[in-house]
């Protein structure tokens, strides 16, 4: 069985994976969540906030054994971690995630989508080191498809997401190219644009590309089906792996 460590995207917390975490365990996995600096339980300030910071906080939860998955924003700080220590973990998982190109930041990627569903919605703050979501359009854009008790249990604990750490180029090199990855597309996200999550994968093996029929928020919506094909993921990186030791 595998070991998952799960990363929260902008705005989360650890607590978003409240649903997942017994799913995977009753499938005889062993998962995890932290808060990445900035938020939940970390006291991190907002302006110390940095995708360095962010990166090492996952390198210290994750042990060679790991899956690492990543949600929405969370892609880059898993990318960074693999690009520093590739040795740190077993495979990355991006769910609905942003996939760094070497050199931009996420903010540049977010940029290259032909649509930005996300922006009318942003609210920076005055001084300019964060920014929230307008909680009149928030459950649209994240959880239009989740149960109303989860949507309830969602937006009281959204919180200010530092800026810097997403306006920060990440180089990645052929350190990362080698850790095994897979992608998890939201086909019926409205945050970040599904073709937009195929466009970022789409040179990627076709067996690595998974789809959920969800929103944004497939940890609240189904987090049931999104276990079972973290389950599969696992199974799949397992056997790869077997492969290539045999070779």
Not at 62 to 77: D, F
Not at 150 to 156: D, G, K, L
């Amino acid at each position: 069985m595998a070991d998952f460590l799960l990363i929260h995207g902008s705005c989360h917390g650890a607590w978003c994976w409240r649903d997942v975490i017994p799913a995977l365990e009753a499938l005889g996995h062993t998962a995890r969540a932290i808060d990445l600096p900035g938020h939940g339980d970390d006291p991190t300030p907002l302006a110390e906030v940095t995708l360095e910071g962010s990166r090492d906080a996952i390198l210290a939860a994750s042990t060679p054994n790991t899956i690492v998955l990543g949600h929405s924003w969370g892609g880059y700080p898993i990318s960074a971690a693999g690009e520093a220590a590739p040795e740190a973990m077993r495979a990355l998982v991006y769910l609905c995630a942003y996939v760094p190109i070497s050199g931009l930041s996420m903010v540049d990627m977010r940029k290259r989508a032909k649509r930005q569903p996300l922006m009318p919605a942003v609210r920076r703050s005055e001084d300019r080191i964060s920014f929230t979501f307008d909680p009149d359009m928030a459950p649209e854009l994240f959880y239009h498809d989740c149960p109303e008790a989860a949507v309830a249990y969602a937006m009281p604990r959204l919180t200010p997401q530092a800026i810097a750490p997403q306006t920060t180029p990440l180089t990645v090199t052929d350190r990362l190219a080698g850790v095994a990855k897979y992608y998890i597309r939201c086909t019926e996200d409205h945050a970040i644009p599904p073709e937009y999550q195929s466009e970022m994968v789409r040179d990627w093996p076709g067996d690595h590309v998974f789809s959920l029929p969800t929103s944004h928020s497939p940890f609240f919506s189904d987090p049931a089906g999104l276990a079972a094909l973290l389950d599969r993921i696992a199974k799949t990186d397992v056997g790869a792996s077997r492969r290539g030791k045999a070779d």
